[in-house]
C-alpha cells in the first residue's frame, strides 16, 4: 500500500518554508526522499531509518517518528531550484530494500 | 562513469504487440526495479531483481515480465501491449537502500 502525502500541491514564494507530509499503515524500516523536475527522473535526497533521526541536506531537512510511522520533509527559504515533485518513498520492516512510493506532493516557488 | 540507461526514450505501439524495454546499468549494483509513473499515482512497483536469475512480483506486475541473466541488464517486457499500459517506465537500481536508488531518464510508452 502506498504511503500517504500531503499536501498534494503546494505553491511558495521564494524565501518561504514549506514541510511535506508522509505517512504510512505499516511498519517501516526506513523513509526515503526524492525531488524529479519535469521532465527528468527523480533524484534521491535522503533516507531516513527508524530510530527518529533528523537529517538534513542544505537548507531541505526530514524528520522521522516511525511510532506514528510518519515522516516530514522541511524546506527552508525556498529558493526556485526547489520547485519539481517530491516522492516520500517507505521501507516496510522488514528491510527488503523495496521502496513504495506516494503519489507525491507538486512544489512551485515562484519569485 | 557510472550510468543506468534506458531505451528507447520514447515508443509507440499497438495493442496487442509484444514490447521490451530495456535498461542497462555499469553501476554494478545487485539490486534493479522497474517503475511505472502515472498522473495521481506516482511511482508503482512493477518487479524488482536483487541479483542474477532473481525476479521478484512488485505491485503492478500483470501483463509485465522481467529476466536477469546478467548483473547490468534487467529488460522489461510487455506481453501484450495494452492502452492501460500506456505509460511512463523508470528503472533504477541500487547497491543497498541506505543510498537511494539511481534511475534511468525513462521511456515514454504509448500504446494505440
Known amino acids: 500500500q502506498q504511503p500517504v502525502q500531503s499536501p498534494q500541491a503546494v505553491i511558495l514564494r521564494e524565501g518561504e518554508d514549506a514541510v511535506i507530509n508522509c505517512s504510512s499503515s505499516k511498519a517501516l524500516y526506513s523513509v526515503h526522499w526524492y525531488r524529479q523536475k519535469h521532465g527528468e527522473a527523480p533524484v534521491f535526497l535522503m533516507i531516513l531509518l527508524k530510530g527518529g533521526e533528523q537529517k538534513g541536506h542544505d537548507k531541505i531537512s526530514a524528520s522521522f517518528n516511525e511510532k506514528k510511522q510518519q515522516s516530514s520533509l522541511y524546506l527552508t527559504a525556498s529558493q526556485l531550484s526547489y520547485s519539481g515533485t517530491y516522492f516520500c518513498?517507505?521501507?516496510?520492516?522488514?528491510?527488503?530494500?523495496?521502496?513504495?512510493f506516494g503519489t507525491g506532493t507538486k512544489l512551485q516557488v515562484i519569485p | 562513469d557510472a550510468e543506468i540507461t534506458q531505451s528507447p526514450r520514447h515508443k509507440i505501439t499497438e495493442t496487442g504487440r509484444q514490447v521490451t524495454l530495456a535498461c542497462h546499468q555499469t553501476w554494478n549494483h545487485n539490486n534493479m526495479f522497474w517503475y511505472r509513473q502515472d498522473l495521481g499515482h506516482g511511482l508503482r512497483l512493477i518487479h524488482y531483481s536483487y541479483g542474477v536469475h532473481d525476479t521478484n512480483k512488485g505491485e503492478v506486475s500483470d501483463g509485465y515480465s522481467v529476466s536477469r541473466s546478467n548483473t547490468e541488464d534487467l529488460p522489461l517486457t510487455l506481453e501484450s501491449a495494452a492502452s492501460s499500459q500506456t505509460s511512463v517506465y523508470f528503472c533504477?537500481?541500487?547497491?543497498?537502500?541506505?543510498?537511494?536508488?539511481?534511475f534511468g531518464s525513462g521511456t515514454r510508452l504509448t500504446v494505440v
Open positions: 533504477a537500481s541500487s547497491e543497498t537502500a541506505y543510498y537511494g536508488y539511481t
Open positions: 518513498g517507505t521501507e516496510d520492516s522488514g528491510g527488503y530494500q523495496k521502496v513504495t
